[in-house]
């Protein structure tokens, strides 16, 4: 979007640097370009990491691009994840309708909508809501946060993002690999039970070696692959991610 390098806001979070529509007032929200909208989930992330990983995960990636962010949406689809306390779900079918509400109302002052997601067991609720937006009219795209390699679930990975972006929250003293098999192997259990059923300590992969230098390298790499995405705007129209 060739509008975006030159689009200023008037507010912009001191915490993150980022542009938030949650710390603007109504008058400075005429006519967005582009709004990105954090989708998280409330879910169990093994003994050492915090509930809402994937929520801060997705918050940040978002922030850091410089684009407008609205606040994050903290519950997702993580129903595998239930049967570890704290975990809090809403489910595919809910999360799609809240999804295609959510880009309703957004798109009456946004010309287009990005949804950053940091949960995969969210991707289910966003190929079916975001291609109806796009149905009705409105143009809107999914991201998701990733990078090539990474282990399945409160692994490496997730701990040395997790050590960048909020390491007062991770317990690294209760840090244990889990369940290290690929997770191709082991979506068939986790689908007919849950991740408890693969994993007693819900981590699949292994956070040994875990460091926030890592972390931060990682995160780069997100927040550049959605400023690329963003600018680019190639929208795959089944799915509605950016491709």
Sequence with gaps: MSDLS???????SPRVGGVQIGEARWAECEDVPLLLVPIGATEQHGPHLPLGTDTTVAA?????????TAPALPYGASGEHE??????????????????ELGRSACRFARRLLLVNGHGGNVGALRVAVPMLRAEGRDAAWFPCGV???????????????LALAPDTVREDLAAPGNTA????????????????????????????ASGGEGAETVSVMVAGLRTASER?????ATGRLT
């Design 6 to 12: 030159s689009y200023s806001w008037k507010v912009r």
């Design 182 to 209: 690929p997770l191709r192997e082991l979506m068939p259990a986790i689908a007919a039970g849950s991740v408890r059923d693969v994993s007693p300590s819900g981590v699949l992969g292994d956070p040994s070696g």
């Design 148 to 162: 090539p390699g990474a282990d399945a679930h409160a692994g490496r990975h997730e701990t040395s993002v997790m």
């Design 60 to 68: 940040t990636v978002a922030a850091r691009s410089g684009l407008p």
């Design 83 to 100: 049967g570890f306390p704290g975990t809090v779900s809403i489910g595919t079918e809910t999360l799609a309708a809240v999804i295609v």
């Design 233 to 237: 705007w190639i929208v795959d129209e």
